[in-house]
């Protein structure tokens, strides 16, 4: 099983608070006001809006918070300036973290960083030192006990799909950047529901550790995600089979 997907599993086991969702819900709304701020308010002409968008769709955001959150971007409505940052990491163990920040303070974010980072034994790498140990790929995350692998399978690789698999009842479709919009139209035109759905960093080498610095790196990347000007957080840590989120 991929590290992705595991981690992918855990997110899904203990995300399914309301208030997790909220908390990603707000995240989704920062992605698409900046996209459309960058590049306007038109999905067809704006790529970067048109996948934050897919993203949103894929959580099952409503139309409406999707459609306020463009009208923030262009103003339209009023709304808050973010600035985009990225900082590479390194966890307890050698474990490579890539965390992109959407911010209105970033000398706050950059201190909040710097404290989880340091409360939990990491540390900051020099820049690209971290991004080349990652590729870009489409993920695409489903049910596996609502649906079957079979199902997803041929709906999925007849969009263009690399991979399909199931893990620990979650099943996860893989695409290349560019199927990532086809794969998930596909998906959505034959009414299955996703849990989540995004271009992601995918570690092109995984970092296997005992279950003792596993837990460390997990917790580490947890708080991490749960700071709100953090808006996604990557890593190359392989979870061990049988290992649980405390």
Same mark, same amino acid.
């Given at each position: 099983m991929s590290g992705?997907?595991?981690?992918?599993?855990?997110?899904?086991?203990?995300? $399914?608070? +309301?208030?997790k969702r909220g908390q990603m819900f707000t995240k989704l709304i920062k992605e698409i006001s900046i996209a459309a701020r960058m590049g306007g308010g038109d999905i067809e002409g704006?790529? &970067?809006?048109?996948?934050?968008?897919?993203?949103?769709?894929?959580a099952n955001m409503p139309k409406d918070n999707i459609d306020r959150a463009i009208k923030k971007g262009t103003g339209e409505l009023e709304g808050v300036n973010y600035e985009e940052l990225v900082y590479e990491a390194y966890a307890p163990g =050698?474990?490579?973290?890539?965390?992109?920040?959407?911010? +209105?303070?970033?000398n706050r974010a950059a201190a909040d960083i710097r404290n989880i980072l340091? &409360?939990?034994? =990491?540390?900051?790498?020099t820049a690209g030192s971290v991004s080349r140990l990652f590729k870009r790929?489409? !993920? !695409?995350?489903? +049910? =596996?006990?609502?649906?079957t692998e079979d199902?997803?399978?041929?709906?999925?690789?007849e969009g263009g799909a690399e991979d399909v698999s199931l893990a620990e009842g979650i099943i996860e479709v893989t695409t290349a950047p560019e199927d990532f919009e086809p794969v998930l139209n596909s998906l959505e035109n034959k009414r299955?529901?996703?849990?989540?759905?995004?271009?992601?960093?995918?570690p092109e080498v995984a970092v296997t550790l005992d279950? +003792? $610095?596993?837990?460390? $790196?997990?917790?580490?990347?947890?708080?991490?995600?749960e700071n709100d000007d953090v808006q996604n957080v990557y890593s190359n840590i392989d979870i061990p089979e049988g290992f649980e989120a405390e």
């Open positions: 992705h997907s595991k981690w992918a599993t855990i997110k899904h086991k203990k995300g $399914a608070a +309301d208030a704006n790529p &970067r809006l048109r996948t934050a968008v897919l993203k949103a769709r894929g =050698g474990v490579a973290i890539f965390i992109e920040v959407l911010t +209105d303070n970033k340091t &409360r939990a034994g =990491g540390q900051l790498a790929q489409g !993920i !695409i995350t489903l +049910d =596996g006990e609502q649906y199902q997803i399978m041929e709906v999925a690789i299955f529901e996703t849990l989540s759905a995004e271009i992601s960093m995918v279950t +003792d $610095a596993t837990a460390k $790196a997990v917790r580490l990347i947890e708080r991490l995600e």
